[in-house]
């Protein structure tokens, strides 16, 4: 296997913000919140700490990172986790790296107390690829929301259960 | 009506503590949590203003703070808002406070486009008369998630379409 993955460190961030400007598939805003949840966790900034933890993996491919996710224990909850974030580079997509990224997240949770991973997105067919490949990791659609994004555009929630 | 409905200042934290605490609903992380989004919204700490916006409203009774809710626009939608605190005073049962409190809260979200207002509560017997609460005010329950806060305690995902 190709696919190496590791905790991020603060000297990813100018790769993970590049993955992130050029996965084609997040608004500006949404990457500006990804880059803020990995400043908390790997930041020494203002905020960092303060807000809980954000764990954030990366997925080195010959040497470079070609992936990362970025989680967290859902408050409240007594073993339930979040996938807040997770995107590969462009030009590595069927490398298996966002398959890999989840099995170190599931890992990271259960190491942890994890019993559910918990994830929202897109409702809308222009996301029907994301939600098969959520599938295929072996992440259930539990629910929804009509109209959450915007009109016409639901929220799905997929649930992982170790 | 003796209920005064108004947003909140920094003076009111106590007050809004002394609710938390005295409601009988919220375990210490819960008003821990409740309390940082107020000084999110309020305070000037480190993090005032660096995390988005909780605009929180405080029910005056009689003079006094009797209810508080904190409400979110809800990140990367167009018109959702999230209901993520509300409490009233253990005393002030039956005045009405909560449901007032949630017509402000659809007014004020309103007035800044929102189109619908989600909250997740808990599926447990024990909230039950929480749950008609909200079913009362204009909620409808629209999904939920088995053994989400822990097992046996599912999540339940309200919505209120304006």
Partial sequence: MD???RVAVARDRFAIEHLLRTAGNFTDDESDVALELFDI???DGPT???QGDYPTLVCER???VAGYATIGKTPFT???WHLYFIAS???SRRAGIGRD???AIADFAKARGGQLLVLETSGRELYGGTRAFYAAVGFVEEGSIADYYSVGDPVVYF???F
Avoid: S
Wanted: aromatic fraction near 12%; proline fraction near 0%; include cysteine.
């Fill in 41 to 43: 966790y790997c930041g």
């Fill in 78 to 80: 007594q073993g339930t």
């Fill in 3 to 5: 696919n190496f993955i």
């Fill in 101 to 103: 990224l989840c099995a």
């Fill in 62 to 64: 010959d040497g470079r």
């Fill in 89 to 91: 580079a462009a030009n």
């Fill in 48 to 50: 960092a700490g303060l």
């Fill in 159 to 161: 649930v992982w259960r």
